[in-house]
């Protein structure tokens, strides 16, 4: 038994920025002048992202117009992490509703589609509640009440891939399983104003976005991506400069400058022995679908594993239109490499990454699975 990817639906909030917008949020809520504000205008210069969305309105407001941070230089009272949760409860639905959507005109399904769907696995580390997303997702798309649930939560951008993990477990374990995915993260919600270096980074980097995705053992007609391997690791050396914990004010993210240089230095050992299973290389891998952390993550990876920027040219993509929107994103770049892929071409192979607190790195191979009516 197999399983693969019939289709991938993606969300953004209506809220778009650019990041020069931000830079200037960033810039007054931080209290920067002079040199400090130079040099954060050099990051933002530097990150590779252009556009940047978020299920708030004030990163480019003006101080009286804010709706969720106060309407003062200060930002005080900050938000707690009460009224973040809150805020994440009300838009979170609306926001996988909305993927799901997409993903229903992707792959153009049928009426009454959601009475199929087994198994309903959902992700996020952005956001928490109970009853959680899981069951407002299964009352309002119409799921079946025996729809098995899971809920994969604060792991991190590499999430999807264990979400995936699970589809792929479920399909190859039960005869005509459907799996729906939904990852959906506000990273946005979770600005801090302290001027750390970890803070400054991950404010010039972060949005939010949602994902859909549907996993069946069965083929559509067209396209598919077959799920053919995945293969994890973790570097210990890296735990400390990674991190995502709980404060009373937001959750806090650890976010060193030396992520890159740690990814770099594993990366191509996982990919030598994930592709050895199937006795290839680099060289017989056609495309490729990373997780955009960054740019310098980026280019890490295509020195560590030998590829030309041309063709990590989805992660690129995603990085520059959307930023990095933690779990759903690499999805985003696999979607954008699925509208790029014809039924000529069967049998290629796609490689993924992506990375997390740990330093935990992932990977996958995936495989170009042509379904036919005839």
């Known amino acids: 038994m197999e399983s693969n990817i019939l289709g991938i639906g993606t969300a953004t909030p209506a809220h778009r920025f650019s990041q020069s917008e931000i830079l200037g949020f960033m810039i007054k809520a931080h209290g920067l002048t002079g040199k400090d504000a130079k040099r954060l205008e050099a990051l933002y210069r530097a990150s ?4 940047r969305h978020s299920v708030l309105d004030d990163y480019g407001a003006a101080v009286d117009a804010f709706t969720f941070y106060p309407k003062n230089g200060r930002l005080e009272p ?10 994440y409860k009300r838009e979170a639905l609306p926001l996988c509703q909305k993927a799901v959507t997409d993903l229903e005109k992707a792959i153009g399904l049928k009426p009454k589609w959601q009475k199929e769907i ?4 959902t992700v996020s580390c952005t956001g928490m509640y109970a009853p959680g997303l899981d069951l407002e997702l299964l009352q309002q798309l119409g799921l079946a009440g025996d729809v098995q649930r899971t809920a994969i939560n604060f792991m991190g951008c590499y999430a999807a891939f264990n979400a995936m993990k699970v589809a792929d477990n479920i399909c190859r374990s039960h005869n005509g399983a459907q799996v729906l995915v939904v990852c959906v993260e506000l990273c946005t919600l979770h600005f ?14 972060f949005a939010d976005g949602a994902v859909a995705m549907l996993i069946a053992g069965k083929k559509k007609n067209g396209v598919n991506l077959k799920l053919a391997n995945f293969l994890c690791d973790v570097d210990t050396t890296g735990e400390t400069d990674m991190a995502w914990q709980i404060g009373d004010f937001g959750f806090e993210m650890k976010l060193s400058a030396y992520v890159p240089d740690i990814v770099k230095g594993g990366i191509g050992k996982l990919t030598e022995k994930l592709l050895r299973q199937h006795g290839g290389s680099v060289a017989a891998v056609d495309y490729f679908a990373i997780h955009p952390g960054g740019k310098r993550i980026l280019e890490s990876i295509e020195e560590a594993i030998g590829i030309e920027k041309a063709q990590n040219w989805a992660a690129y993509e995603i990085l520059r239109e959307f930023g990095n929107m933690s779990s759903p994103t690499v999805l985003f770049v696999l979607k954008r490499i699925m509208q790029s892929l014809s039924e000529k071409d069967e049998g290629k192979k796609v490689l993924s990454f992506a990375f997390g607190p740990g330093l935990t790195l992932e990977s996958m191979l995936l495989e170009i699975n042509v379904g036919s009516n005839a």
């Open 48 to 51: 590779g992202i252009r556009y």
């Open 78 to 87: 900050f938000p707690t992490i009460s009224s973040r949760m809150n805020r």
């Open 192 to 205: 801090q104003n302290q001027p750390t270096e970890d803070n400054l980074l991950a404010n010039a980097l």
């Open 118 to 121: 087994t198994h309903l696995v």
